[in-house]
């Protein structure tokens, strides 16, 4: 175990964090009737979105550790509460992907907008060299949280 330093402090801040934001995205589940894993893929569906990138369901499975029937079941649950739709791929019209859908959005932006905003006006008290640190740092983390995947 590392010493007890300020990067420890650190470390144990971002695991609060992470608990934090944890019940957060609870509270919007249950808000929503949803399982915890619905919101995980609606947020899987919006950063590919974000990205241009396409989802399949297989792509979208793998992401969240689930199997081709748990998978299939999570699409059809968001599918008929009008949170994704399945569509033709753009490239290959073959491909089944998976969109959310604007009503997801507009579910999110109106519950955790605020938080977003919160946490951009804070990044805007840093200055650039800093936020490419917390950017560095807060990768690496991930990285280093994926490779246990």
Known sequence: MPSQGPEVEIVHLLRAVTVELGLH?????????????????????MDA?????EMTAGRLGAELGLNSAGTTSLID?????????????????????????????????AFFG?????????LRGYDQRERAAIRGFLAGVREAAAEGT
């Not at 605020?114 to 804070?122: D, K, N, Q, S, Y």
């Open 114 to 122: 605020p938080l977003i905003g919160r946490a951009v006006e804070l």
């Open 77 to 109: 649950r968001l599918e008929r509460a009008g949170l994704v739709r399945r569509v033709r791929g753009r490239q290959d019209r073959r491909k089944v992907v998976v969109e959310v859908d604007e009503r997801a959005v507009e579910l999110g932006q």
């Open 49 to 53: 979105s974000r990205a241009g990138e």
């Open 25 to 45: 995205s609870a509270r919007f589940a249950q808000r929503n009737a949803m399982h915890p894993t619905d919101v995980r893929a609606l947020i899987a569906l």
